[in-house]
């Protein structure tokens, strides 16, 4: 740490609020304590006041926090009100100090760092008891003990008659905070590493800010968890400061993996309907080979096929010059062609198409078929007859209402 001593580094901060911070904190002081009980510190504003007590607080987070609050407390204010339980949650730390989860090691253990991940777990929100009051059980004697760890710390002996309990905890002499446990998850990595997770305890005005499947900035001291097997640990993040993500600022867009079970299979088309939206509205024109990449060929995942393998062959068949009628993808299984897709650009009237993809499936004696644009899905079904007619309409929906058409899409399945 900078060699400065400890009311020197609550001046600092008090120099610190004074010149970027002062409008926000007498804003706070008129809202505290029911409306509003932290002061959000943008890290940013700290290195442009002091680089070396913006660094200060990135390895030492736990004391420098307790500076800033101090300052806080002792700010001078025009009303008359004591900021006494009121909480400095910094963010927006650089990028330096912002890795991935699953990059997470040893020497970040107890520094400041800052994650951005899925919330994929979420506790309710519990009172925890942060200052515990003891009765002995012997002379009724209350002895306090401040609590940080997880487990229950009781007095080492009664401050009344000195023996070591039994103690009883005084639930109206304690004092309690809203706590609350959330994991994180990497949402897609660009590590070679898998995605990792992590445990992030919130407290007090923090806590029931976000939902399972948010997307999320959390700032917090990482720490050793309390249990141990051995000697590895697990970590978790002491959470200081919780932010959700606009989506626009998203740097990967939701991956989808294919899932065998429905719920979890609609669940993907979901997310494959809300992308493909947005790839459609983003792009003023997409050629086919963009609307292959970007919407069809995801969707043949989706569906559950391995693009990678000789199960999904493009331009088929191969080969002889002489065929000119290919079809975009043959989805084959167990040997036999199983579907046929035929692609199009997203403003190619689909309705005078289908003749086309009718000749494919009966040249390949495929039963069934897929005619899409990104934005409209068309599926074919051959009911085995002699006329071309006899090839129905299965489905012909919208991008938007294929969640609705879901077990429609069965027979394309893997
Ligand atoms: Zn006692």
Redesign the pocket.
């Known amino acids: 740490m900078a060699q400065a001593g400890n009311s020197e580094l609550v001046d600092a901060f008090t120099q610190f609020f004074e010149s970027y911070y002062d409008t926000g904190i007498k804003e706070l002081a008129k809202r505290y304590p029911n409306k509003q009980r932290s002061l959000h510190i943008d890290w940013e504003d700290i290195y442009r006041f002091d680089p070396d007590l913006a660094d200060d607080f990135l390895n030492h987070p736990e004391p420098l926090q307790r500076y800033a609050e101090e300052a806080l407390r002792l700010y001078d204010l025009p009303i008359d009100v004591s900021l006494g339980q009121t909480h400095v949650r910094v963010r927006n730390l650089p990028d330096t100090e912002s890795p991935e989860i699953c990059e997470l090691r040893a020497r970040d253990m107890n520094s400041l760092v800052q994650l951005r991940g899925i919330v994929i777990e979420s506790t309710d929100v519990k009172p925890k008891v942060v200052d515990g009051a003891f009765e002995?059980q012997?002379?009724?004697?209350l002895s306090r003990v401040p609590q940080s760890s997880s487990d229950l710390q009781e007095p080492h002996e009664?401050?009344?008659?000195?023996?070591k309990?039994p103690f009883r905890l005084n639930f109206d002499q304690s004092e309690f905070i809203d706590s609350q446990k959330i994991v994180i998850e990497d949402e897609a990595t660009t590590s070679p590493e898998p995605p990792g997770s992590i445990e992030v305890e919130l407290e007090d005005d923090i806590t029931n800010e976000v939902s399972n499947g948010d997307f999320v900035d959390v700032t917090g001291v990482l720490r050793l968890a309390d249990d141990n097997s051995g000697n590895t640990f697990e970590t978790h993040l002491e959470g200081m400061s919780i932010e959700l993500v606009d989506y626009d600022e998203r740097e990967h867009w939701p991956t989808i993996e294919p899932t065998t079970d429905s719920e979890g299979f609609k669940m993907d088309l979901e997310a494959f309907v809300e992308r493909s939206r947005r790839v459609l509205q983003s792009h003023e024109y997409l050629d086919e080979t963009s609307a292959k990449a970007k919407i069809i060929t995801p969707f043949i995942k989706l569906l559950g096929w391995n693009i990678y393998s000789t199960d999904v062959l493009m331009e088929y068949p191969r080969g002889d010059s002489d065929i000119t009628d290919r079809v975009d993808y043959a989805l084959i299984e167990n040997g036999d062609l199983k579907v046929c897709i035929e692609a199009k650009r997203p403003t190619v009237n689909l309705d005078a198409k289908t003749g086309q993809l009718k000749r494919y499936m009966r040249l390949h004696r495929c039963n069934w078929g897929l005619l899409t644009n990104g934005d409209r899905y068309i599926i074919l079904r051959d009911e085995k007859e002699f006329e071309l007619d006899d090839i129905i309409r299965e489905v012909d929906c919208e991008l938007e209402h294929l969640v609705k058409r879901e077990s429609a899409l069965a027979p394309l399945r893997r």
């Open positions: 002995c012997l002379c009724g004697t009664c401050q009344g008659c000195e023996r309990g």
